[in-house]
């Protein structure tokens, strides 16, 4: 490597820095496809309200409580404390989705701030929805502006939207032309409920796809979140666009909200933990079990061509097509796994080491743009148990003011199931 680049791949030249990987696995490091880094906060917080019957009301009484209690020490604080579970997992890039009504101003910079100082690469956004009134929409759509006419080392970024259900024509619309404007594409959830699909029949007569379509959101550039609930011409539409859709399926099993058609998706299915942890290993693998239950055609090297695809969408955000290979001129994100392979480890067989070995205890080193960002299971930049000790008092505090806040009073259209 010269730099934050792999410029060779076989022996090193003599002379220059060397570390010794013998008897090691040098892998591209994983990227997490979609993940909501501030519910790292949400983690055991106790819960005294009537429990949730369905996924809306899971938003109301749980994550649109948890969003308005953030503020900016949380934000920071979560985001530190994920990023480094992040990379201690072996992964390189995460694609943020971010909210915190009540904290919106600044608060991507908060958490690029964060993960440029553990040295993790991000593509980050901020969720615009209409379901906190319209201030709080028009501060969202500002945020996005904001952060992606930046330009940073490690973080790129995306034009966030919540879900077609919070989101009016003319909110949806300010989003589609703010990515224009960007020349990114836009992070949405889609039909991650029916509830989702029955709004949009409510409210505009067509399905979730089409009125997506039909505001210009999709392309090549978007990343739309679950997908679960779609007929055959949704599916059809969204293979046509291009659009990378981010397959969650712990997240989708936690919340009993149905499972994505990855087999019908084909290529444009990258895998996301939404927020729950952001460790690929152990999601890539949920995701091929769950795949192969449904259908026994699917093999080993399905979950390795998925993470393949993250890193293209990753790529394309900052430029760099080579971005999750090794190779020369590639970025060098990089994950050293000390694994003694029970069986012969080569090409051919590293998809069933992956989806029957291999985890995130074997990450020995990781390296993010040529900087050893992990060194023998250890953060280099940070102290790890410092991060988690400012976590768990930031979280005292976001459990507190989460006590005071009611349900979210939101509904979407088109009634209950």
């Known amino acids: 490597m010269d730099g934050s680049r792999i410029v060779s791949v076989g022996r090193a030249p003599a002379g220059g820095a060397r570390r010794d990987c013998s008897g090691c696995v040098i892998l591209p490091g994983n990227v997490c496809g979609h993940t909501h880094l501030y519910s790292t906060l949400a983690r055991g917080v106790p819960y005294g309200l009537e429990a949730p019957s369905n996924f809306v009301q899971i938003l109301q009484r749980v994550w649109w409580r948890l969003d308005r209690a953030l503020d900016e020490e949380a934000v920071r604080a979560s985001a530190l404390v994920g990023g480094a579970a992040a990379l201690l997992a072996g992964t390189t890039t995460v694609v943020d989705h971010h909210a915190s009504p009540s904290a919106i101003d600044g608060s991507l910079d908060v958490i690029a ?27 969202g759509l500002r945020e996005n502006r904001r952060f992606l006419a930046a330009r940073r080392r490690l973080a790129r970024g995306l034009f966030g939207a919540h879900a077609s259900f919070t989101l009016s024509e003319e909110t949806l ?8 404007a960007a020349g990114v594409g836009v992070h949405i959830h889609v039909a991650e409920d029916a509830a989702d699909q029955r709004d949009a029949l409510a409210r505009f007569g067509v399905r979730v796809t089409t009125r997506l379509a039909r505001a210009g959101a999709l392309g090549p550039d978007a990343l739309l979140a679950h997908c679960i609930h779609l007929d055959a011409a949704e599916v059809e539409t969204l293979r046509a666009s291009g659009a990378a859709v981010a397959h969650n399926p712990t997240s ?9 058609p990855v087999g019908l998706l084909g290529e444009a299915v990258v895998v996301g933990t939404d927020g729950i ?13 769950r795949a192969r239950d449904e259908d026994r055609t699917v093999g080993p090297a399905w979950p390795l061509a998925r993470l393949a695809a993250a890193a293209r969408l990753a790529g394309r955000c900052f430029g760099e097509p080579a971005l999750g290979t090794v190779e020369p001129g590639a970025p060098a994100d990089l994950v050293v796994l000390a694994y003694d392979p029970p069986t012969p480890l080569v090409a051919d067989t590293l998809a069933g080491h992956w989806t ?56 979407p259209a088109g009634g209950r199931a």
């Open 277 to 289: 942890g952001a460790d690929m290993f152990v999601e890539s693998k949920t995701a091929y079990f």
């Open 113 to 139: 701030d964060a993960l440029e100082t553990l040295g993790l690469r991000a593509i980050l956004c901020y969720e615009v929805s209409d379901r906190d009134g319209p201030e709080r929409a028009a501060a």
């Open 252 to 260: 989708n099993m936690n919340n009993t909200v149905g499972h994505t």
């Open 173 to 180: 619309g300010a989003c589609v032309d703010g990515a224009r």
């Open 356 to 411: 029957f070995g291999l985890g995130a205890c074997h990450v020995r080193d990781v390296m993010v743009a040529g900087e050893l960002v992990v060194a023998d299971r250890r953060l280099t930049r940070m102290d790890a148990g410092e991060i988690a000790a400012q976590a768990r008092a930031a979280a005292g505090r976001l459990w507190r003011r989460l006590e005071a806040i009611a349900p979210h009073p939101f509904e």
